[in-house]
């Protein structure tokens, strides 16, 4: 497709579950990032991915997060174990190195 | 460490006011840099962008951003601001030889008709 897309754009899932949350970026895009979005809050960044491989993951909150990307496109990150605090809306951008960064429209987790 | 400031956390004005953003970068050596607009219910989008070259970037919708290098600033003006200009504005920059971009925390922005 011609952005970056997320799936699934809305997730309910209850307290202790998995989730996890796929990212397609634009094609050609070598870099590939996750950010959280919490209400009130800015852009938290929490891992980004060059080709397959993540140089930076000092974003990650804990080790129930965690993300991989395969094939230098798709990209899911997952969350285990969910709390309460993990409901956010995750977003997803592709570049470039150091271009501009084309976002997805994210997915909302809610965890009940 | 490496981080990029936003002075305002909310700002409110009214149609016809003038605009100000403050950002800050706190790295050295050759930067880009970038503003992003998030308008309600909408993607996160690409403003204007500072490459190299002319310091005075103009973006869309008559946004414009200076560059000013001795005071590390990459603030964003708008000479009179729109209701539709009610959004989320971040400012944002790969340090050198990085990859990884570092966006300030975001200016809420509210105009009123």
């Known amino acids: 497709g011609a952005g970056v897309s997320q799936s699934p754009s809305n997730k309910v899932t209850e307290k202790g579950k998995d989730v996890e949350l796929r990212c397609d970026p634009i094609s050609g895009h070598t870099a590939l990032y996750w950010y959280r979005q919490s209400l009130g809050q800015g852009l938290e960044f929490l891992i980004y991915f060059q080709g397959n491989s993540a140089p930076d993951k000092s974003g990650l909150p804990s080790d129930r997060f965690s993300a991989e990307r395969t094939g230098g496109s798709v990209s899911t990150l997952t969350i285990q174990r969910t709390q309460q605090e993990d409901s956010a809306v995750y977003l997803c951008a592709s570049s470039r190195p150091q271009e501009t960064q084309y976002f997805g429209p994210g997915t909302r987790l809610l965890v009940l | 460490a490496q981080s990029v400031s936003q002075h305002n956390h909310h700002v409110i004005l009214s149609e016809a006011a003038s605009l100000e953003l403050g950002c800050n970068y706190s790295?050295?050596?050759?930067?880009?840099l970038f503003w992003y607009v998030q308008y309600p219910g909408q993607h996160l989008q690409l403003l204007l962008k500072?490459?190299?070259?002319?310091?005075l970037v103009k973006g869309i919708k008559g946004f414009e951003a200076e560059f000013i290098k001795s005071k590390f600033s990459f603030n964003l003006r708008k000479p009179s601001v729109q209701w539709s200009d009610t959004a989320e504005y971040f400012c944002?920059?790969?340090?050198?030889?990085?990859?990884?971009?570092?966006f300030g925390a975001g200016t809420r922005l509210f105009v009123k008709a």
């Open positions: 944002a920059s790969p340090p050198p030889g990085g990859f990884k971009t570092i």
């Open positions: 500072y490459f190299s070259g002319d310091p």
């Open positions: 790295y050295g050596g050759t930067v880009n």
